[in-house]
């Protein structure tokens, strides 16, 4: 009868000390604040063969050489997303030289979100980065996107290094904080990025499977 009991609490000790580490996993996975699928510091969901506006497939490999990745997730019928067409196209300017690519991608299932009126949409508004499709939204719900816009920075070594905002008012004039100008200049000069998440702000994107 002892050893039945010695046993049983041995097995019980086991299934805390088991409950406790997925307790541990499960508040590892989910420590951001605004995201429930990714956390800063963790190597960012890769993609590949993503037709883009130009009629290529395209892929996060081929930045390879980048010194930075951001990626913006937006679409042409979110009038937030548009209020930031001008401040990304500011961004790209000033910050492509500086080694840093730009790459947007659309996952909306909205009408006017497929590949033919991006294209136009691009034109329009002048795109100087590549804009790409996913039809699928597996990319978005790789890294937990919920808005347009919704910016990730991702490191030399592909670890998102920012997620959030673009900056802290839709309106340019009534800006104080600019979140992505911010991250991208510290990192770009080997500095820790001091506010590393934000909460993104703009027009909800609607999942198939109801993320």
Known sequence: ?????????????????????????????????????????????????????????????????????????????????????????????????????????????????????????ATERKFAFPYLRDESQKIGQAYGATNTPHVFVLDQQRRIAYMGAIDDNNKPKLVEQHFLVEAVTALLAGKPVDNPETLQRGCHIGYKEGR
């Open 1 to 121: 009868m002892m050893n039945v009991d010695l046993h049983l609490g041995r097995w019980t000790i086991g299934v805390i000390v088991c409950l406790l580490v997925a307790s541990a996993d499960v508040r590892q996975v989910s420590a951001a604040k605004f995201n429930r699928v990714v956390d800063i510091g963790q190597q960012a969901p890769v993609w590949k063969d993503l037709p883009g506006i130009d009629g290529k497939q395209h892929g996060l490999a081929e930045h390879k050489s980048a010194k930075l990745v951001v990626i913006l997730f937006i679409r042409n019928n979110c009038p937030i997303a548009q209020a930031y067409e001008e401040r990304v196209r500011a961004f790209v300017e000033k910050y492509t030289p500086q080694g840093v690519a730009v790459v947007a991608i659309n996952v909306s299932t909205e009408q006017g979100e497929g590949l033919e009126q991006m294209q136009t949409r």
